[in-house]
């Protein structure tokens, strides 16, 4: 009878931390997607002397808005609407899995938390990359035309061209580890940590800013560690700098060649635009 009643208990709150983080973020990925766009872009440019590059978080949006109008912001965002349920229920199912697990093991509260989100990071980039795949290269299409690809037709031509494989659809997988890896690992850690230590608010207002507040600061920490792998994963995902020669293969080989062709600067703009979308994930 007990083992009925925790089989049942367990199923309901996997249930209730699938539907949580499914829809919060669906509804971030539908608010937060412009800026997306404009950190893909921003990643995938490279030499400061193509009139065409985006010189600021400000020049961006207009150069997309006139030339490619409100449709710009807005390429590929199905491969994370249709990814980011799932996505987020793993990340948040995987978490609490994994914080259980390493009860078991003699850890600091803190570390746990950080382990936890390592583990839950590593297992979520498994399911993107290849919605990041296909998203990346959408994002990166600069046509003006009527005829873009959709993203069906993008992700068949992937598959017919590269396979599935790390060439394919799972390119830059290394990188996509890192990048989740790094971010949960950083945030949850961070969050719960943090969380722990300012005491709870009665005021109902004041205490949904004490978390919201908490939430942010521990998004833009995230965001700014784990910003080298992110950039990492676009230019490999991304259209190479020659057609038919590919310079950014693996995850730490791409990084230490934008580190070494344009240093340290060349991801500025992306600390910008990548903290606003994932400060807000809780």
């Not at 249930?15 to 997306?36: F, K, N, T, Y």
Request: overall charge positive; hydrophobic content about 40%.
């Amino acid at each position: 009878m007990s083992s009925k009643t925790g089989g049942r208990g367990f199923g309901r709150e996997a249930v209730q931390q699938i539907l949580a983080g499914g829809s919060a973020g669906l509804i971030e990925i539908c608010l937060m997607h412009p800026l997306d766009v404009v950190k893909t872009r921003f990643q995938i440019q490279r030499g400061s002397a193509d009139p065409n590059n985006y010189k600021s978080l400000g020049d961006s949006f207009l150069k997309i808005y006139h030339t490619e109008r409100l449709f710009g912001f807005y390429k590929g965002i199905l491969p994370p609407i249709l990814v980011e349920t799932p996505k987020r229920a793993v990340k948040f199912f995987a978490f609490e899995q994994y914080k259980k697990l390493l009860g078991y093991v003699s850890l600091s509260p803190g570390l746990a938390f950080a382990v936890a989100g390592l583990g839950s990071g590593l297992t979520e980039a498994i399911v993107v990359n290849p919605f990041e795949v296909v998203k990346v290269g959408l994002q990166a299409n600069r046509d003006t035309s009527a005829k873009q690809p959709t993203t069906l037709n993008y992700a068949r031509h992937i598959i017919k061209t590269k396979g599935l494989g790390l060439q394919g659809l799972n390119k830059g997988l290394t990188a996509t580890l890192g990048r989740h890896g790094i971010f949960n690992m950083v945030y949850f850690g961070f969050y719960f940590n943090v969380k722990n230590i300012i005491p709870v608010n009665k005021d109902p207002t004041l205490e949904f800013w004490r978390k919201f507040g908490i939430g942010l600061l521990s998004g833009i920490t995230a965001s700014v560690i784990n910003i080298p792998f992110d950039v990492a994963k676009s230019r490999i995902q991304g259209p190479q700098p020659v057609p038919g020669e590919i310079k950014y293969i693996t995850c730490f080989k791409t990084m230490a060649t934008i580190y070494q062709e344009e240093g340290l600067a060349s991801q500025d703009y992306e600390a910008w635009t990548r903290w606003c979308g994932d400060a807000f994930g809780l």
